[in-house]
């Protein structure tokens, strides 16, 4: 988890209401990630973004929607146009190209009712 | 079955014994990769092999990739009860020109317990 912070941990909003993940990271790394895990599941792309001021969506990008204004920041904004958005969504970065590996944040499981 | 489904779902072993976790997939890749994740927490990259190796180690982790057969498998081997975790394949599919613009794709997991 070093190097990648991810706040709150846990997160409680009631249904209709927008709510942001925060993702910082000071690893230096261009590259991020923000994934989705349902329990007992895998992790599903959202969105990511491998430079700034540029971002594309993931596999399951709608009802999310995010900005990448600098290097080390990555939010993720769950909008109430997501039908399901209780869920644990986890934070990644990417080193040099030639490396590959992803680096994640602790992850925020987000709740709403 | 999706890209970087994992085999068996569950497996429940004795301390010191050995773990084989394995991986299909669907699409060409560039590499495979395996993580960890330890209950409510972020994953934890434990090695990666590219599409042109056939077997790496790293510690007690020995992996194996057959591109032919579209499969990976992981084996930790002496298991220990810290190694109490689900296990993730996933895969950098190869795109046109050789790139794989660092996505990833993950499979659903096997959970391993390793009883003391």
């Known amino acids: 988890d070093g190097g990648i912070t991810q706040s709150p941990k846990y997160l409680f909003r009631k249904e209709g209401q927008n709510v942001t993940l925060s993702c910082e990271q000071n690893?230096?790394?261009?590259?991020m990630y923000w994934y989705r895990q349902d329990p007992g599941q895998g992790l599903r792309l959202i969105y990511y973004?491998?430079?700034?001021?540029?971002?594309q969506k993931g596999d399951i990008a709608e009802g999310y929607s995010v900005s990448r204004e600098k290097k080390e920041s990555f939010p993720l904004t769950v909008t109430s146009a997501q039908k399901n958005p209780t869920a644990f969504y986890l934070c990644?970065?990417?080193?040099?190209?030639?490396?590959?590996?992803?680096?994640f944040g602790p992850g925020t499981r987000l709740t709403v009712t | 079955s999706q890209q970087g489904e994992e085999d068996p779902q569950a497996l429940s072993i004795q301390e010191g014994e050995n773990a084989t976790m394995n991986c299909s997939y669907k699409?060409?890749?560039?590499?495979l990769q395996w993580y960890r994740q330890n209950s409510g927490r972020g994953l934890v990259h434990l090695i990666l092999i590219r599409s042109n190796e056939r077997e790496k180690h790293s510690g007690r982790l020995r992996v194996t990739l057959d591109t032919s057969k579209k499969s990976s498998s992981l084996l930790i081997t002496a298991s220990r009860a810290a190694d109490t975790a689900s296990y993730f394949c996933a895969t950098a599919t190869r795109y046109a020109g050789g790139t794989s613009y660092g996505k990833l794709t993950f499979g659903q997991g096997t959970i391993l317990t390793v009883h003391p």
């Open positions: 973004s491998q430079i700034v001021n540029d971002f």
């Open positions: 990644a970065t990417r080193g040099p190209v030639e490396v590959d590996e992803q680096y």
């Open positions: 690893l230096n790394h261009d590259a």
């Open positions: 699409t060409s890749i560039n590499n």
